[in-house]
């Protein structure tokens, strides 16, 4: 029961353009959703949220969309650099739950 | 300040075995998971602790349990270990119970053989 998903094992982008990566959910009560990003031997860190009471949140190069009606968000990074190559994990939870449920994760690599 | 520190970085245990994979969350922080990633996949939650009292926990069997001291680490124990267990075992710590806001350590690699 894969209530995240990420449905593209990888991504290829040129520098200094735009990545965007999608997430799928089919859980309508998540309320809350988070991008982490992860290097190679390292945890994942955290990168950007939003609240389901919002479509948009924004931070720097990074912005996340939330459409709740089609149950998707995406996370769009411009420009795109070589240290954003990495694995990207969506993740979403709700209030009062004790875990955060992951999707499988996109590699971004970013060419020069 | 120190993040998320967990030991050891890597193992490797023989089938049957049992191992404990240790977590120190960040000061202040009283909430701790446990979280397993499989090798192409993204990490799958095994355990909440929270104030030293489990509070959650994932779709994972008897085998794998854990507990959280007064001064908030914690450990996982896996008992009569697969091969399928192979994977990196991630700790997070939080200040608050529910998901949010939460900081993973680097993570326990596990390779059982």
């Known amino acids: 029961d894969q209530q995240v998903k990420q449905n593209s094992p990888s991504l290829s982008v040129q520098e200094g353009r735009i990545s965007i990566l999608n997430c799928d959910y089919t859980?309508?009560?998540?309320?809350?959703f988070l991008w982490y990003k992860k290097y190679p031997a390292e945890g994942p860190t955290f990168l950007i949220s939003?609240?389901?009471?919002?479509d948009k949140n924004e931070d720097g190069r990074f912005t996340v969309f939330l459409n709740k009606s089609a149950k998707h968000l995406s996370l769009h990074i411009v420009p795109s650099q070589p240290g954003d190559s990495a694995v990207y994990f969506c993740?979403?939870?709700?209030?009062?739950?004790?875990?955060?449920?992951f999707g499988q994760g996109t590699r971004l690599t970013i060419n020069p | 300040d120190a993040g998320v520190t967990q030991s050891p970085t890597h193992l490797i245990k023989t089938r049957g075995q049992q191992v404990t994979l240790r977590c120190s969350p960040i000061?202040?922080?009283?909430?701790v998971s446990w979280y397993q990633q499989v090798l192409g996949q993204g990490p799958q939650f095994i355990f909440q602790?929270?104030?030293?009292?489990?509070?959650g926990r994932g779709n994972f069997p008897d085998r794998f349990s854990a507990r959280q001291f007064p001064n908030y680490s914690s450990e996982l124990n896996v008992n009569a270990l697969l091969l399928g267990d192979s994977a990196l075992y991630l700790c997070?710590?939080?200040?608050?119970?529910?998901?949010?806001?939460?900081?993973f350590g680097s993570g326990t690699r596990l390779t059982v053989v």
């Open positions: 997070a710590s939080s200040l608050l119970r529910d998901g949010y806001g939460y900081t």
């Open positions: 859980n309508s009560m998540f309320d809350y």
């Open positions: 939003i609240s389901s009471i919002k």
């Open positions: 993740a979403a939870t709700s209030q009062g739950a004790q875990k955060l449920v």
């Open positions: 000061s202040g922080h009283k909430s």
């Open positions: 602790y929270y104030e030293k009292e489990e509070r």
